[in-house]
């Protein structure tokens, strides 16, 4: 038996109108500094207002926040004792807004022991929104959060089906605004989770067409939506697509390239959505042995046309390197100015904790310490994989 699950998912136009309904009486607004000078935070505080709440808020929620962030803006919340929390922004804000919810509902917890096979018993004390102002990450439709240990330099993923949040707001007016490197780095992660969860081994008819209408979309709107953020239309499908990846990818999973990109994010400090793509191609060349018709079926939906399945794989390679290099992404780890003496000296530690992501075990084809090693190694200076 398996389970599909998702929030109540408010999208379109005026979508955050929703919130002027709202019951309850009081709100905790979870963001960062960037969202509330952008205005965001007041324009969800008026509504909320409208509604008759109290609202209280956090802006300090740091890019890849780290435990210890969390637990600073979780103190917050206990003192303001809010019946709902409002994770407004990134992936980061969301993220951090999942955590300081289990620890407010749960003080007594460990976050390292929040897992699937934890029954935690939240929704006692208040209720979960996400309203994502960037399109990418899709922690709006997720049942996970990833923290970041500082002291270990190690990302905790974190998941339970308690996480997902009881209402996401998907308004397309929310991801106007931001820096184009963001923009490129955030975006591609949704690219990354529709092909990984398309491929994996958990894949199910729930999420195979989530993933793959995922994965059409934004390889029809993404370069719209990027050169010109006044292309409404493209905005609007490419926060819808990042909302359907998320939801795609935590009703099974994602693959190697995410267990890779977390392990190579936390040790040198690389956002998640580039650290994660620059292994993407890597990942699925390596994955062809065992995926190469799920590769192909992709390809197909996304109008490549090819003569055989190998043929297929490949055209969808470059096409995924063509439109990174046209956003700027980096296609090696050399290219994000790292050197290759840095890079060899962390190799065992970058392999142990990738081996260690649930992302690797659920891969079409499980990549052993061994081929995690060359997988790093190959992706730092581009070679073809050839193993
Ligand atoms: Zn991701």
Known sequence: MWWFQSPKIAFGEDALEVLKDLEGKKAFIVTDNTIRSLGYVDIVS?????????????????????????????????????????????????????????????????????????????????????????????????????????????????ASRELYPDLSIVDPKLPVGVPKKVAADTGIDALVTAVETYVNQWRNDFSDALAIKGAQLFFKYFLRAYENENDKEAREKIHNASTIAGLAFSNSQVGVAHAMGHSFGAVFKIPHGR??????????????????????????????????????VKKLVDAIRDLMEKI????????????????????????????????????????????????????????TIDF
């Open 328 to 383: 700027g992404e980096p296609l090696t780890v050399k290219e994000m100015g790292i050197k290759w003496e840095d890079y060899r000296q962390k190799l065992d530690e970058l392999v142990a904790k990738a081996e260690m992501s649930t992302c690797n075990f659920v891969n079409p084809r499980v990549a052993s310490s061994e081929e995690l090693k060359k997988l790093f190694t190959y992706a730092f200076d581009g070679r």
């Open 46 to 158: 008026n509504y909320l207002k409208e509604a008759g709440m109290d609202v209280g808020v956090f802006d300090g929620v740091e890019s890849e926040p780290s435990t210890e962030n969390v637990m600073e803006g979780a103190k917050l919340v206990r003192e303001s004792a809010p019946d709902w929390i409002i994770g407004l922004g990134g992936g980061s804000c969301m993220d951090a807004a999942k955590v300081m919810w289990v620890l407010y509902e749960r003080p007594d917890i460990k976050l390292e022991d929040v897992s699937p096979l934890v029954e935690l018993g939240l929704r006692k004390k208040a209720r979960l929104i996400c309203i994502p102002t960037t399109s990418g990450t899709g922690s709006e439709a997720s049942w996970a959060a990833v923290i970041t240990d500082k002291k270990e330099l190690f990302k905790m993923e974190l």
């Open 275 to 312: 650290a994660t793509a620059v292994f993407l191609p890597y990942s699925i060349e390596f994955g062809v042995k065992e995926a190469g018709e799920r590769y192909a079926e992709i390809a197909k939906a996304i109008g490549i046309e090819a003569e055989s399945v190998e043929a297929a």
